[in-house]
């Protein structure tokens, strides 16, 4: 009688290696050109960073650089949702007066329009918020700016 073999077949492989995938994306980037701008730069790097150096040290540089902070510390402060809100809003309020259609509506009221317009409930409701919203603005806005809105929004001194 046969003995039985002892035969494991070895599993065939599906994924790919880290190597194989290195390799693939060195010829990826070598195809799209980035390999070659990768050596350009550091074979330039002197005069590439001179040029960089040069361009970050004119006022406006800098002010662009503390302007984008400054929003971005504002921004941290708002939840994503208000800002999402805020954003269609503006987009609802774009659409709408983009409108190139104009109907009788948009005649002059009148006396007795204006006298309806100020018993409109609806309007009232609508104009209030968006007059809290610009009166709070104008008093943000009569404040003066900081010298450094760095320290106004973490409260520690700072050199810069």
């Known amino acids: 009688m046969a003995e039985p073999l002892d035969f494991k077949p070895t599993p065939v492989r599906t994924d790919t290696t880290a190597q194989e995938e290195w390799e693939k994306l060195l010829e990826t980037l070598h ?13 330039r790097n002197q005069d590439v960073a001179a040029i960089v150096v040069k361009g970050l040290q004119t006022e406006g540089a800098r002010n662009v650089m503390q302007n984008v902070s400054a929003l971005a510390m504002v921004l941290g402060k708002v939840p994503p ?5 805020f954003a269609e809003a503006v987009r609802e309020a774009a659409a709408v007066l983009d409108e190139t259609r104009r109907g ?16 409109d409930d609806e309007l009232w409701r609508t104009l209030t918020p ?10 943000a806005m009569s404040q003066p700016a900081p010298e450094k809105p760095i320290v106004a929004h ?6 810069a």
């Open 154 to 159: 973490s409260g520690k001194p700072s050199d």
């Open 104 to 119: 009788a509506d948009d005649a002059a009221p009148g006396v007795r329009g204006v006298y309806r317009l100020l018993n």
């Open 81 to 85: 949702g208000a800002v999402y809100k």
């Open 130 to 139: 968006l007059a809290r919203a610009v009166g709070t603005f104008g008093r």
């Open 31 to 43: 195809r799209h050109g980035v390999l070659r701008l990768a050596n350009d730069l550091v074979a």
